[in-house]
């Protein structure tokens, strides 16, 4: 079974005119599922290098135009995601999932649900499942066992695992054992894993600890700040080639 590529984005970062051409590139044959992030003035669970994109993308983001960048990476055969803070929705979550659907989402993670809002976990996979909305179980290596298990029951999503504790930091983590302790929980349930992966030997080697494909973010943003769509779409291929190695 073909390796899985997903690709983030703080949506519009730095702004709408400089990243439509990078969403614009992405194709199915390469990239599999993108996610993009709603801005959020508090990006807490967000890595040091994403949380700088979010002040930007707050100040040009427009729903309409997501929504109609969402639309078109549908049309090409590519699954959107949004990634997104509960915290910006405990207000009114039946209304922002709502709304989320009806941009065109297939799914949401929701990076705070399980460390603020844990108690309100069956309540909003419940909201979620009445708009046909997928939540996307989001997992770090500190997540206890009890909790991913009871996750992987409540959902049926693909699995996003984090291997470090946030985007953008590099810590000593033991890939391999992370793979099989994660896999031997999640059983089939296809897992991507995000967080520190910057290359192709990173890809690699995440791919040999058991994962069924790959997330990245964090390095497409000097890219974005460059405007370097030929740099972006050339390092592209060649992760997918890796992935296509298995």
Not at 4 to 26: N, Q, W
Not at 35 to 45: A, N
Not at 154 to 170: A, C, D, I, M, R
């Amino acid at each position: 079974m073909r390796k899985k590529l997903a690709v983030y984005f703080t949506f519009p970062f730095p702004d709408y005119p400089t990243i439509k051409p990078f969403l614009d590139s992405i194709n199915s044959e390469i990239v599999d599922y993108v996610e993009l992030g709603i801005p959020v003035s508090k990006p807490y669970y967000d890595g040091p290098k994403i949380r700088t994109t979010h002040g930007s993308s707050m100040q040009h983001y427009k729903p309409e135009e997501m929504r109609k960048e969402i639309k078109e990476l549908k049309n090409k055969g590519i699954k959107p995601f949004a990634l997104t803070y509960l915290n910006s929705i405990e207000k009114d979550v039946e209304s922002g999932v709502k709304n989320l659907k009806d941009s065109g989402f297939d799914g949401v993670i929701f990076p705070d649900l399980l460390i603020d809002y844990y108690d309100t976990k069956d309540s909003t996979i419940e909201i979620m499942n009445r708009e046909g909305l997928s939540l996307i179980p989001f997992f770090t290596s500190s997540t206890p066992d009890m909790v991913v298990e009871t996750m992987l029951k409540e959902t049926k999503s693909w699995v996003y695992h984090g291997l470090q504790p946030s985007t953008g930091v590099n810590v000593p983590v033991d890939t391999a054992k992370t793979g099989e302790r994660i896999r031997k929980i999640s059983g089939s349930r296809e897992i991507i894993f995000g967080f520190g992966i910057s290359n192709a030997d990173d890809a690699r080697m995440v791919i040999e600890s058991g994962a069924d494909g790959i997330a990245i973010g964090s390095m497409f943003i000097d890219y974005l700040k460059r405007r370097d769509l030929e740099g972006f779409k050339k390092v592209l291929e060649e992760i997918r080639g890796v992935l296509n190695e298995f």
